[in-house]
């Protein structure tokens, strides 16, 4: 029950509030922020570009995404495993690090321009339109082929099998897999719609006009809370369209095609296509993936601009380092007793609790920012405002529903009876759950853990809004140099930020490799 | 010629033999049961006929043709020509039970009107003409099964295999589907291979069982 105080305190109380003090305008009732607002023609022309944005993005992240989760899951592909991982990278870090590579190669003092005199035309399409729909889509492409190849292996090899005896592999994949494995393609597509249309750093590095930025602008150069959430009111209704939509998703299918079976899926042989796909695939990824990365090492790798980083932002990364740390440990207990919760359905209107979870997740971190700013922003909560336990307290709100889900993934795999066994044998709560469930899903509070990491470690809009000043994080303080700093400080700054992520994360897989390895 | 043929067939898993030197034969209309404990290698054999296995050393010939040998599989499983009906029946839950029977005859390429014809015959066999827009998940246990045998016949297969299909129903369910397998192959002829680990089963449904034991075929 604690554990949906918490949420409700965290994630809905600054919600209602940011709703009713944007209809509380000097001392009276009035829908004076809304009216100016939403009778603004700007307000229209910014959802308009969030969500070509977001439709683009969505559509570029779905095709490559949807294939290569194929190819990695399905086929006899070489490296299969290898490629996943290169692909899933830059879900590790924000997505301006890919932007400020891209600038680095496209831009008009980039690599390209001193070969080729294009920087002019090449920097425009950066920075317009499908500039920001090649960044926004490497990275939330991982989204996709994560779920696809979760959704893929998941599956009964014998509903394959039963169509393998009667037809080609190009007519069971069009007819039985992808149809069997359309819900997880679809609540890929929504979330990374969603994440697109409330995403803020790559856009407002790219000064692409879309909402989330214009909304921060809003909150944080005019202070005006009222107007801010005005302008928020679109795309919360888009996550709540985007959430309704996800539910009917899941749970509006009247079939099940998963199990819980060891036998492994036939692998598609790729035959003489193998090297020419291996080939595109390599190709691919070195354009989304290597390419970025190439740009932000050779302009930063510098020993000047790299002691230049770690002197100017050397605290805020320990600080993101250790707030991350600390978020991620407390979502991973949250987590764990949300999902309890949804598991057991131990209390009446167990599913709010998940959709308000969701919900937080899925709602761009400026709009949430700004309503914790609302709740917490007077002088008598100031001895929390004004500490990192502000920002923390954001984190939580936004990435509950990513721990949850993930502690509820191992929770799935348990049977029932083995709580029940335990109530049996007369042990209470206490000792069920941290006797035996705490031990049984180890794995899934580590994975909570890491993944709540790297998230809350990548976070720029809730540490640019709800970071006291002086206490910034690595992305801020990032955001922040943009302004006025050296390009090789910024892609300094971002190498910095990419190590910050996989460090941590390499010492953990190491760890748990060597834990798992019987002496 | 026989229908189905073992030469000498050799699957190991992980260094274990699960099947070793395996030979047998099964002639055209015959109905032959596959008997064996758990881990004898059943499953394995009617997987190797299938086609989703290649058996390491031996050869498997469908028809007369060799369709896989020593580690490589020659013909695929949808050039085998062969019904299969699986323990836990894998019926697409996305579609009908009519375009769970179309799919297999959209995949020979024959007409809307043939299929609707072929689907409709197969259907009232095993009387389940009425469900035919129905889905799987709306069906009881033993509609399903009878679903998942009008599946693997619909495409007139050279045999039909099955897989312990009856293993999760209770004993009165078990024995009218096994009478009603018995009809249809009365009535149809087609060759049957059926995988089990219940003596009834065997006794009531083979007229020629092959035992498994040790990863052999020690008694035909």
Known sequence: MAAVVVLAIVGLLPLCLMVGSSLWVDGSLSSRNYVEVLGNARTWILFRNSLVLATLTTAVAGLAGVSLGILVARTDLPFSSSIAVVFSLPLLFPPYILAVGWFEILGRGGILARWIPIGETTSRWLFGLPGAVLVLGSAFLPIVLLLTITYLRGMNPSLEQAARLSAGWPAVLRRITIPLITPGILLSLVLVFLLSMGEFGAPAFLRIDVFPVASFTQSSAFYNFGAATAAAMPLIAVVLAGLLMIQRILHGRAYSFRWGGQSTLERIPLGRKKPIVLLAVVVLAAILVGVPLAGVLWRGSSVAALSDALQRAGESAIRSFVYAGLSATFLSVLGFFVAYLV????????????????????????????????????????????????????????????????????????????????????????????????????????????????????????????????????????????????????????????????????????????????? | MSAIELQKVWKTYGGRSVVSHLSFRIEKGERVTIHGPSGSGKTTVLRMLAGFLAPDEGVVLIGGQEVAANGKIHVGPEHRNLGMVFQDLALWPHLTVYQNLEFALKAQGLTADVRRQRIGEVLARVRLDEFSGTYPARLSGGQQQRVAIARALVAQPLA?????????????????????????????????????????????????????????????
Not at chain 1, 372 to 389: D, E, G, M, R
Not at chain 1, 443 to 449: G, M
Not at chain 2, 191 to 212: D, F, Q
């Open chain 1, 343 to 519: 598991y057991r359905r131990s209390v009446a209107g167990w599913w709010s609790v998940d959709a308000l979870a969701l919900f937080l997740f899925t709602l761009p971190g400026t709009v949430l920012g700004i309503g914790l700013i609302a709740l917490w922003n007077h002088p008598s909560t100031n001895w929390i405002y004004a500490t990192p336990a502000m920002l923390m307290i954001g984190f939580v709100a936004q990435y509950a529903a990513l721990s949850s889900r993930i502690v509820l993934a191992g929770f799935s795999q348990m049977s029932p009876s083995l709580e029940e066994a335990a109530e049996v044998a007369g042990a209470g709560w206490f000792r069920r759950v941290f006797g035996i469930l705490t031990p049984l899903v180890r794995p899934a509070l580590l994975a909570s853990w890491a993944v709540t990491f790297v998230f809350c470690l990548r976070d720029v809009a809730l540490p640019l809004l709800l970071a006291s000043p002086g206490r910034d994080t690595l992305t801020a303080r990032t955001m922040t140099l943009m302004a006025n700093g050296s390009s090789e400080l910024i892609a300094a700054l971002c190498l910095l930020a990419v190590l910050l992520a996989l460090l941590p994360l390499g010492a953990i897989g190491i760890a748990w490799r060597l834990w798992r390895t019987p002496a």
């Open chain 2, 160 to 220: 039909l295999l099955m897989d312990e299909p009856l293993s999760n129903l209770d004993d009165d369910l078990k024995d009218e589907l096994c009478t009603h397998l018995l009809d249809l192959h009365a009535q149809l002829g087609f060759t049957l291979v059926y995988v089990t680990h219940s003596k009834e089963e065997m006794r009531k449904i083979g007229n020629r069982a092959i035992l498994l034991k040790d990863a052999k075929g020690v008694s035909v």
